[in-house]
């Protein structure tokens, strides 16, 4: 089984989950997960994790997210992107400067309402199965954080946008939002993500390319070690007599490690077996004196 994360630049049509499946059938495995929804039509970076990889799904999640996209203004559709029905139509009768500055008034934290055709659920029921259905129901506003927002090109009533932002964050409602303040309405005509954390597109395959390794016998060459994403953490060893410890996911001493070094509080370290494999991320905990583990990845890769 190969254990590790694989990044995907995700072709429109495909649903995240589609790509899962295609993915188990180039990999030859079932334990296979994504880190985050892509909706369909959109394209991009979409993170893949194999074997104990998987446990990192929902901290990949976490991380914030980059994408290029283009408002349509002038067009209200009830999915907000031209994938829906169109709900309203509105003359463009601004200025580039009218636009820059709606934009720049979205950085920051904000409150979104999450779109009715989402995965989310209200009642174990997902929001986009009420829409179908011909439901609408009350959601509630939540916190997103839009920490860069850039005006590519305008060329109304098209804008060219690059969004950075914090996860939750659907980037259709920011457009609809945007075409709401801006007094005509809006809808997204178009979505890639570019990066998300530290995957960027620049490190990913489309499935054809997978297939293609697959078939040359160089897959494996295409995938990330699961301990690359914590490439910033510090490195301990710990000693033969200690391995048993790690093994079984209990805490570490500094002193049963090759370093023998306590970290300040809180701090992540990525802890090895005396052979080097990576064994997990643990956590100082200064009150205990000794390393807590965060997230174990007890399988070999």
């Excluded at 305008?154 to 946008?161: M, N, S, T």
């Excluded at 690059?162 to 007094?183: F, H, N, P, Q, W």
Aim: with cysteine.
């Amino acid at each position: 089984m190969m254990n590790g994360i694989v990044v995907v630049d995700k072709a429109a049509g495909f649903t995240s989950h589609d790509v899962v499946a295609k993915m188990r059938g180039i990999c030859g495995q079932r334990k296979i997960g994504h880190t985050g929804t892509l909706d369909p039509m959109a394209t991009g970076v979409l993170p893949v994790c194999l074997g104990n990889a998987t446990k990192l799904c929902d901290m990949l999640a976490d991380k914030d997210k980059e994408y290029v996209a283009r408002l349509l203004l002038g067009v209200e559709t009830d999915t907000q992107d031209v994938t829906g029905q169109v709900t309203a139509r509105r003359d463009v009768a601004l200025t580039e400067e009218q636009v820059r500055s709606a934009a720049a008034s979205f950085v920051g934290e904000y409150l979104q309402v999450p779109p009715m055709y989402s995965a989310l659920k209200v009642d174990g029921k997902k929001l986009y199965e009420l829409a179908r259905a011909g439901k609408e129901v009350e959601r509630k506003a939540r916190p997103v954080e839009i920490r860069e927002l850039e005006i590519l090109d305008c060329r109304l009533p098209e804008v060219g946008l690059r969004v950075v932002c914090s996860k939750g964050t659907y980037i259709r409602t920011l457009c609809a939002d945007m075409g709401e303040r801006l007094g005509c309405g809006g809808t997204m005509k178009s979505l890639r993500r570019t990066r998300v954390g530290g995957f960027s597109l620049e490190g990913a395959y489309l499935l054809e390319e997978l297939q293609q390794r697959k078939d040359a016998g160089s897959l494996q060459s295409a995938v990330l070690s699961t301990e690359s994403v914590f490439d910033g953490c510090p490195v301990l060893h710990v000693s033969e007599g200690a391995c048993r410890l790690l093994d079984n996911g209990n805490a570490v001493l500094p002193g049963q490690t090759a370093e023998q070094r306590a970290y300040e509080e809180g701090q992540w370290v990525r802890m090895h077996r005396p052979d080097g494999s990576f064994a997990g991320i643990y956590a100082y905990e200064t009150a205990r004196g000794w390393y807590r583990p965060v997230k174990m990845f007890l399988e070999k890769e």
